[in-house]
């Protein structure tokens, strides 16, 4: 909807990428309009905080404008029990509050544990609960990798 402004966030680490390639696709298409672009970092906004991060690497979330009355499109590459993306939405609501919050993911893999869904995905594939995607930028793009379990 062309009526409401968009703004991409890219949730620390993993959406960061994925959302700067959107951004870039988004002005391709918009005639060179990129939507202004920001991350934002959900270190103390996890609900696993104080067990599995003794030493946590905090990083500044950047919110390059005002949230109010905007189309957010939360940006992270992976989509799996939908904690992250429920942590990233309580940071985000400390910056403001948008008109309405979209998700996108470069690749959902199901196993929600909350009722949490990307509104856009690239690849829907349903994994073992131990496996692992790990996305990498690439110079031609993105990339997604599945890391199998080690039998042992």
């Known amino acids: 909807n062309h009526e409401e402004p968009l703004m991409l966030i890219g949730i620390r680490r993993g959406g960061e990428p994925v959302a700067k390639r959107l951004a870039q696709w988004i002005g391709q298409l918009?005639?060179?309009?990129?939507?202004?672009?920001?991350?934002?970092?959900?270190?103390?906004?996890?609900?696993?905080?104080?067990?599995a991060l003794p030493n946590p690497r905090i990083g500044p979330s950047q919110i390059p404008e005002r949230l109010e009355g905007r189309r957010v499109i939360l940006v992270d590459d992976v989509c799996f029990t939908g904690r992250t993306v429920r942590a990233a939405i309580d940071a985000l609501m400390d910056y403001g509050r948008p008109r309405r919050i979209e998700l996108a993911s470069l690749v959902d893999r199901f196993g929600r544990e909350l009722p949490i869904q990307p509104d856009?995905?690239?690849?829907?594939?349903?994994?073992?609960?131990?496996?692992?995607?790990?996305?990498?930028?690439?110079?031609?793009?993105?990339?997604?990798?599945?890391i199998e379990p080690s039998n042992q």
């Open 30 to 51: 918009e005639n060179g309009a990129t939507p202004p672009l920001g991350s934002v970092d959900i270190t103390l906004y996890r609900d696993d905080a104080a067990t």
């Open 120 to 146: 856009y995905c690239v690849r829907r594939i349903e994994l073992p609960r131990d496996a692992r995607v790990d996305v990498r930028e690439t110079e031609q793009g993105l990339e997604a990798w599945l």
